[in-house]
């Protein structure tokens, strides 16, 4: 996974998330997120005869990342999804705009998610 090393242009806050359709993911009862992640490649596929590695890797997403994932639709900036996050979490969110845009910088790491 390549990382983006260049310096941000902008506001961060103005950005808008889409998620990676690549990817596939599900919501529990409770809320949790599960993100599946389908391994493939030469060396994938080694691990998978070999030692008994899953095709498709699951990600569990904690209380937030959960709670943001569902948000993410490429219309809603990342300002409006701060708003939904204040209102559902309160006091428990902050501080705020750090945990977010972690949280923002982790889904796009992974690439489950592009900022535009």
């Known amino acids: 996974m390549k990382r983006n090393n260049t310096p941000e242009k902008g506001n961060y806050l103005d950005k808008i998330p889409a998620f990676n359709e690549q990817f596939s993911w599900k919501q529990d009862a409770h809320g949790i997120v599960t993100v599946y992640v389908e391994n493939t490649g030469l060396f ?17 997403l904690d209380e937030m990342g959960s709670f943001i994932l569902p948000l993410i639709d490429g219309k809603r900036n990342v300002y409006d999804i701060s708003v939904s996050v204040k209102e559902h979490f309160g006091e428990k969110a902050e501080p705020l705009f750090d945990r977010l845009v972690t949280s923002m910088h982790t889904l796009e790491a992974y690439g489950f998610v592009d900022m535009s």
């Open 44 to 60: 994938n596929r080694f691990f998978q005869k070999f030692l008994r590695k899953p095709k498709v890797s699951q990600i569990h």
